[in-house]
């Protein structure tokens, strides 16, 4: 509660403070932190005790920070100069509080840190400014050289002097503040020293745990955060403060006690190469294993937020290599604690790419620094993404093995040129490595589910978009636009000479040669189209770009547009692929019937027997259709409270990706081939008999019900619980509309026999009678009347249209120019 009063307190001095008083308020405010030493010790100690001491830091601090006097708008950059050099001979001098061995108070050495941090963030501010100074005046002395007459004395005002000397005292006072707070903040000098002098209070716990070199106090763990965070910022400032030309340089140097060297600002390569090594050395002590945790969870963090090609710069190539080596092989494996995991992995997330690209790492090779080559690495990563306690962990390592996997997979996954003559798949995995892309992309099937908790869902649309699987597709084949379609609905290749159809690629033939590759293709695009449609918008917007580069659409459309393009074009690259026409075909079903699938995609041999088959095929449709359309009914009567959710996805629309599906099986030549689509046609009729079945008649419940109910319409029917039947429910109208919706779209592919078939089904079933009684809403019957209307034997009959337009005519409606892809319009 004291500590909290003073903090409250420096936070009210800072508003009274003018800003060009900054600097003289600094030099009074660090007079509480002079010093005593005892004769007889040799340690210092404080003159007004710790207490006004540790208060005179925290109001420095607030001073300088980001909503101070010092860092107000419109504040001249002398003033932040001056503030900076009092600042830093304050902390010059108090800097006993930083030594375990004479003050074992962790909590002024961690306020000490804390104004550290904040003037040396002044301070690089200031060197910004007097870097563009430096660089126009540079500019300006050689224009001036260049038309001077040297016979004439130049006159350097007094004002210049001034200048000259408060950017000499500047950089003198943040240089030796630099390295002062770098050798504080040693962890492995200091670190423990606060731990072992502090005696851990009074209870014998405290003082056992102290004696083991544990925290034993709030102000243990402020120190490692804050001199970690110092530490790192140093390490990572590549620029330092030892500029100007080379008078104002040896001038530094003459002024500074510290220095032992009169070079001048030139950076030579060992001279360069020393402080990239020092840099280095810096940044793998605030992450050392061995280290406390709050000590690695800072440093990790500075780390994180840091840019990468600071680091790159502040380290070079090799101290870049080195540092991420030592962070995926000794860091990642030996961590136990969460935090300090989840940063470390977001930290080798965001370092891969400049890792293996600006380095110039070979990929496939097996240098000691390659994190990819090492089979223990991608194993430890996969360990973490799958099988972590902690959510938050698992999240973080399936982001970071999605960015792996992308190097990882180079070498495995070759492109071929789009006229090879060969097929347009891209290579042939290996199989450790296609296990391994199978094992992302069950993580991500895991992980994309409407259910799963947003940060799960944006993890896994980061590994997908991180991973590029989803650029493995073939290529778009030449012959696919110039494939007609025949009179009954079959599909004839273009007999333009020098055009490649599908079948000369031989991509049928492909896809099963190379099954797993396929399959991993396949699912990796089913849940980019199931993210695609996530309610959270930097989800959708992720998965979206990444698909919309891999097929090459416009990826700056919107995210639904987007969407529609990449389906159609994945569609025309894996067309006549059974496994995807199977994918088509439960897109538009839903799962809602259940069919016989022992029979191959476009096996047309097993003619004998038929009638047994279409017998189990008629009562597997018909009965799983009547339980589901029966539960979708009953859901019509639950009456949901005022704020229960009704659907995971609120954004996610159901029939999209069905329409979807139905509009490519419709247009898009080559999908599914003749045999297919007869098969799925009559299936589609048996469930639209099955529909219209329970529609009519009811659930034997109502029908028991309906002996003893006296509420009856005109006609002598019930009344239905839902205002315009149960299709005009949304729970009946999805089970009717994809039945629907798969009649009207294999309707054109199956041909002339397939269609008369269906429409024998339909008769015999009583489809229009029992749609009648059922009374359906005016979207369904719209749909049924789009599914009867595309079963006719000629697609372009003028009878047909006729009659259709005079029907138009006399019963126009609102849904008269119904689509049944109605979302896609």
Sequence with gaps: RVHAVRAQAARALSPLVRPRETPAALRATFVDTDFYQNETTAKRSPINGYNAAHGALLCATELLGVDGPVCAAGVDFTVRANAVIAASEGLATC??????????????????AACSINTLAVARAVRARYLDELDESSTEELQKASTRDESIPRDESTPQEDAKTLRVAFFTAARRLTRLAAAACDASGSGFGFVRFSGGGGSSNAKDASSAGSSVSVGDVEWFKRSARLRCEIALDATGFSFGTQEEEEDVFENDDDSKTTDDDVLVPSKTAARRFVSLKGLVACVDPSLPYELRASGLKSLRDAETFTVLHALGENGFCVLFTFLSREVLPNEKIHACTRRCLQVLERWSDVFFTQTGAPVGSEPAGLVTSCDDSWRLLVTLASADRNERVRCAGIACLGKFARFRFAKDFENLESDSKLNPIQGILHEKSLAEASSLVALVRAGCSPTRPLEVRRAVAKALAHSKILERLPRTTTGDDNVKTSDDGGVKTSETPGIKTSEDYGIDDTYHQDQGLGDVLLIAWQCAFELMEDEDEPTREVVSRAASVAVGVDSNAQTEQRLRCVFFEVAKRMKRWPAWTKALHVYITGGFWEEDDTDEVGDTSKDSGAGKNDSSETDTVSSSMTETLL?????????????????????????????????????????????????????????????????????????????????????????????????????????????????????????????????????FGCVSKNFEIGKLGPAAAAAWRAAEKSLEETLHDDRVGKQSGAETKTTRSAFHEFDPCFLLR
């Design 631 to 763: 539960a979708s009914i009953g859901e019509t009567k639950v009456v949901r409270r005022l704020f229960d959710r009704e659907a995971d996805n609120h954004h996610g629309e159901g029939l999209l990706l069905a329409q979807l599906s139905a509009q490519v099986i419709r247009s898009v030549p080559n999908v599914v081939d003749k045999a297919y689509a007869a098969k799925r046609l009559a299936n589609a009729a048996r469930a639209v008999v099955a529909c219209a079945d329970v529609l009519a008649t009811g659930s034997p419940e109502e029908k028991d019900g309906a002996k003893d109910s006296d509420e009856k319409d005109d006609d002598g029917t019930q009344s239905p619980d839902w205002a315009g039947g149960p299709s005009n429910h949304p729970s009946g109208f999805g089970p009717t509309n994809r039945a629907l919706l798969a009649l009207w779209a294999y309707g054109a592919s199956a041909g002339a026999d397939a269609r008369r078939e269906a429409k024998s089904i339909l008769k």
């Design 95 to 112: 800097s006993y509080l930083v030594d375990p061995a004479d003050t074992p108070v962790a909590a002024l050495a961690a306020a000490w």
